[in-house]
């Protein structure tokens, strides 16, 4: 075998020792030093996709979700509901689950003097999600002290579902809602921040005010 040193170079020859590199070994097509940073490099791409994979897909995950739109229902005659206090209503959620897909929802006529945000005037009524947006737990409607109270955590909201007290980070949820032939239907969730302006659906604990509405992704599943 001739010394592959005093071979003439070929820069278009696969073999190392062909193009005249240094360190070649005779039939080698990669030099060690390209074969060991091709395998460092290879290696830090699989543990960089090990920590942002994840977070891509937690990220964009909920684009991919279900979004379609839900049948309004039925929740009333117009005649049941007033603008003086919130009518209870049940309405499903999930129909998939039987009765643990049912959730109760407060209802009232949208009132032209305690109701100025922009999302009221878009609503002819106002349908409030009994979801606290502390954790989660069902909150009540006293009409005595018009607030709702959440019996788990002592978070209290005003009469438009605004915080007023305890740990809830924004307002009640809410339903659209439309009014056809003398009925009252409830659409979509959706959330609100504490100005009452509308967003998609979002989880509890996850705060809308600022930069955080960036921070959250949306939920239209829950
Ligand atoms: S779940 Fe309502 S205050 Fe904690």
Partial sequence: VADPSKRPHSRKSPYTADRGMPGAYEGETVTRRALFTGGVVAAGGIATAAFTLPALGFALGPIFERTEARNWQDVGSVNDFNPLTYTSAVATIDPDVGEAGKTTVYIRKRDPNRDTAK???????????????????PVRYAQASERFICPCHGGVYGFDGRVVGGPPVRPLDRFETKVENGRVFIGHRFSVNSKLEKFSPRDPSNHLDGLWQYLYPARPTT
């Avoid at 999302?119 to 737990?137: D, K, N, Q, W």
């Fill in 119 to 137: 999302e009221l005037a878009r609503f002819p009524y106002v349908a409030i999600s009994t979801r606290c947006m502390h954790v989660g737990c």
